[in-house]
């Protein structure tokens, strides 16, 4: 079991933005820039591309409101989207507020944000949605 799997089945928290049945979006605890969430799909697959074709293209028609979201919350130019699905067995995007192509440079140090600023952001981003 993924830990993205722990966290969909409850087993771990999560700064949850928004839910459906096929899918979830939560704010990345080891984040790139304020603002950074993750969005899952509810069936453990490693790999994006074998998930099922509904899910596949499902996940951009769930997306597009959050990635909208982050762009109304955060000064960014756009929401940038990522597929690198190394550190988690389980398929995922990430949906990333950029000013630069550098802001989704995966090597580059991870940034520590609060539990309170953490909470923080997902409320201004629940709101913007």
């Known amino acids: 079991m993924s830990v993205f799997s722990k966290i ?40 994006i591309f074998d998930l099922p074709e509904n899910y596949l293209a499902g996940m951009l028609t769930f997306a597009q409101p959050i990635a909208k979201a982050i762009e109304k919350t955060f000064d960014c130019k756009r929401c940038g989207i990522s597929v690198v699905g190394l550190e988690v067995p389980h398929a995922h995007m990430h949906l990333v507020p950029i000013n630069t192509a550098n802001d989704l440079n995966f090597t580059q140090p991870k940034i520590n944000v609060s539990p309170e600023e953490m909470e923080q952001i997902r409320q201004r981003l629940k709101a913007a949605l």
């Open 8 to 47: 969909i089945s409850g087993e771990i928290p999560s700064y949850t933005i928004a839910e459906n049945e096929m899918f979830i979006a939560f704010l990345d605890v080891f984040p790139l820039v304020k603002g950074h969430v993750l969005v899952v799909p509810k069936i453990e697959t490693d790999k």
